[in-house]
């Protein structure tokens, strides 16, 4: 069975705290995204990673991509109120268009 | 450019009703995804218009079904509805065959199902 798995489920940090929230999936894949979603809200793209090794920053996010260890990484600098929200990683499967998505991670950011 | 428009807002249906849920892409995209977000879960895939062909599906029924028009707006019909249908379903369109493939998200259709 595919699994594309977050952790943590739920993150409490302090604002100006780093932080790391993982994506673990169980299968080949040629892409991770990660997305953030407000409550009540769609979801808004972040990143796209393309290959093993991928790197890709914008302002206090950055992400990564080891696929052969079939894991994404989204890291957090100096976190800010205006950071929270629910993020998700989510992967295209390795047979035919289908896509799969993490159970996502809500971050709360305390000042 | 507009964005990915979906409508209606909100739905309120009764069990066994059917519905019909609309969605625009993105002007320049080919592709049409549709998903089903259920409260406080990540979005299931349902299934992927490209070119007015059905081009992936997820793990939902056939009562699941949609269509995806040649100005590349897309709907989503759900048959026999039942109390779990009630969800966010969303729409993202992309340009397939673009390197990354970025999805971009409707807004959202929440539907309540009585």
């Known amino acids: 069975e595919l699994k594309v798995e977050q952790n943590p489920l739920f993150l409490s940090m302090q604002e100006g705290k780093n932080y790391t929230i993982y994506c673990n999936y169980s299968?080949?894949?040629?892409?991770l995204y990660w997305y953030r979603q407000d409550p009540g809200k769609s979801l808004e793209s972040l990143f796209v990673?393309?290959?093993?090794?991928a790197v890709k920053q914008e302002g206090r996010l950055m992400a990564s991509l080891d696929t052969k260890a079939r894991l994404s990484t989204l890291h957090i600098t100096a976190a800010v109120h205006d950071l929270s929200a629910t993020y998700f990683c989510a992967i295209r499967g390795d047979t035919g268009n289908q896509f799969y998505f993490g159970t996502g991670t809500s971050l709360t950011v305390i000042p | 450019e507009t964005g990915v428009t979906q409508s209606p807002t909100h739905l309120i249906k009764t069990r066994g009703q059917q519905v019909t849920l609309r969605c625009s892409s993105q002007?320049?995209?080919?592709?049409v995804s549709w998903y089903q977000q259920a409260l406080g879960q990540g979005p299931q895939f349902i299934f992927q218009?490209?070119?007015?062909?059905?081009?992936g599906r997820g793990n939902f029924p056939p009562r699941f079904s949609g269509l995806q028009f040649p100005n590349y707006s897309s709907e989503l019909n759900v048959n026999a509805l039942e109390l779990d249908d009630s969800a966010l379903y969303l729409c993202?369109?992309?340009?397939?065959?673009?390197?990354?493939?970025?999805?971009?998200f409707g807004p959202g259709t929440r539907l309540l199902v009585l």
């Open positions: 990673l393309l290959s093993n090794g």
């Open positions: 002007s320049g995209h080919n592709t």
């Open positions: 218009y490209y070119r007015e062909e059905e081009n």
């Open positions: 993202a369109s992309s340009a397939l065959r673009e390197s990354d493939e970025t999805q971009y």
């Open positions: 299968t080949t894949s040629d892409r």
